[in-house]
């Protein structure tokens, strides 16, 4: 393995699957997926605080017209100010066109994110330059629609030196060294041979060119690039990525390291990397939403069809335990229960490290990730009393009235020792200055604690 894994990120992917003027008519605007992207994203905002960007794709615009539009940004507010930008470009188009602004099809043609498709992102990453230019969605650009390549993902391989070294044998010259650029151009390559073969086929039928452009983009076999560019790839990575004709996909390691779920209907289709983002955004329920295997891609083809495939064999599920602790949103019902259950699994330990001394303990947790665990905790600890109270009373004969009544009106010492004063994550902190901005992160509640009496058990 070279790389130890560093980002933890989140992705959405939306293709909205009626024309622009559905959305119009039925909810009012044609912004419906640009605002859809929006809360997706900011349901997601856990995923990321160090910057964000946005690729939209327009299908079926003329020649000479833009089809993608991209906007990065870095810093804490970057959600925000990404949007903020966006609307402020729309009310300068409202001021200076009027009406016209709110046509689907005039908004197609002159609003650079009035668009079919969407791709968003959301970096936090625990090392590196965090500057706009390493931003996610990244691209490779080419003059043909069908060798365009939009990604972004949530993922780190552990094997950027092998296949750096293979795309070097290949001829290539990438223009960076990084795993990002090397899956860039891992599937750019293989979507540059899948172009050529079928131009071949195509060329030799005695098809024009300008033909061979159209069938191209109608028969690219998305699933055949997807399963070769990943064969090579080790490590985990849920990444979702745009074709410039309109093919989109989003693809998830075999181990199932990485999260991603996934929703459509006849309105729309969305992938991110948290369930209870899409259930919130589109008021679905938990089991409308699922999950994508491992192994597997979503691909959606240009004229609107949702495929689920196999690209790879899946192995052992290997979920990233951080993920499940720590860094999902704890509003995921099954992450939810996970985290309470780890909790309840701590009391056996955490009782023979305090030598089952409750009169003299502190429960409490560090906000607020930990809070889940910490009800699960407490859930535990009174379940243990219980237990030892149901014994007692089995013992009828020789019941210690005092010892009992004890036991039974026993409840755990719960105080709110840590306050997180600023909203910030120290475990990925850059390393200068690390010890001074965890000195401020969080306030202590002072008096909660007995020195020399009390033991503490705070979950973090």
Not at 30 to 56: F, P, T
Not at 360 to 380: H, Q, R
Not at 420 to 427: G, N, Q, V
């Amino acid at each position: 393995m070279t790389d130890q894994i560093r980002h933890k990120c989140g992705i959405v992917l939306i293709r909205l699957l009626k024309p622009l003027e559905h959305y119009q008519l039925t909810y009012g605007s044609w912004q419906y997926g640009l605002e859809k992207l929006y809360l997706l994203m900011e349901k997601q905002r856990n995923r990321g605080q160090d910057g964000a960007g946005i690729v939209s794709l327009k299908l079926d615009v003329p020649p000479g017209r833009k089809y993608f539009s991209r906007k990065r940004m870095a810093g804490s507010a970057a959600i925000n100010d990404i949007f903020a930008k966006i609307h402020k470009d729309h009310d300068k188009a409202v001021r200076k066109f009027g009406e016209a602004v709110e046509d689907p099809q005039w908004a197609r043609m002159h609003m650079p994110f009035a668009a079919e498709a969407y791709l968003g992102h959301l970096r936090y990453g625990t090392y590196g330059n965090d500057s706009s230019d390493n931003l996610h969605p990244v691209m490779r650009e080419n003059n043909w629609r069908t060798r365009n390549l939009v990604i972004a993902g949530n993922f780190n391989l552990t094997n950027v030196d092998e296949l750096f070294r293979i795309l070097v044998d290949l001829g290539q010259y990438p223009k960076e060294y990084s795993d990002t650029v090397t899956m860039l151009e891992k599937v750019g390559h293989f979507l540059d041979t899948e172009n050529q073969r079928l131009f071949d086929q195509f060329k030799s039928q005695g098809y024009s060119n300008r033909d061979i452009t159209e069938m191209i983009a109608a028969h690219l076999n998305v699933r055949k690039i997807l399963e070769e560019a990943s064969k090579r790839w080790d490590g985990g990575y849920a990444v979702a990525g745009m074709m410039g004709h309109g093919d989109l996909f989003a693809i998830r390691d075999p181990w199932g390291i990485r999260p991603a779920y996934y929703y459509y209907d006849e309105e729309i289709a969305v992938v991110t990397s948290e369930r209870p983002a899409i259930q919130t955004a589109l008021n679905v329920s938990f089991g409308q939403v699922k999950e994508l295997p491992p192994g597997h891609a979503l691909i959606i083809k240009k004229k609107g069809e949702v495929l689920l495939e196999q690209v790879r064999e899946p192995q052992q599920k290997r979920s990233c335990s951080f993920e499940r602790i720590y860094f999902s949103r704890g509003s995921d019902s099954e992450i939810y229960r996970e985290r309470k259950k780890l909790g309840e699994l701590l009391v056996p330990g955490l009782l023979e490290a305090i030598d089952h001394d409750l009169d003299n303990t502190v429960f409490s947790y560090i906000p607020n990730t930990a809070e889940s665990a910490f009800y699960g905790m407490i859930k535990g600890v009174e379940a243990t009393m219980l237990k030892k109270a149901k014994e007692m009373l089995k013992d009828a004969g020789n019941v210690d009235r005092e010892a009992l009544t004890r036991i039974i009106s026993w409840r755990p010492r719960v105080e709110k020792v840590a306050i997180k004063d600023l909203k910030l994550r120290t475990f990925i902190a850059q390393d200068e200055g690390r010890k001074e901005m965890v000195s401020h992160v969080y306030d202590i509640t002072y008096g909660t604690i007995r020195a020399g009496v009390d033991n503490l058990v705070i979950i973090d």
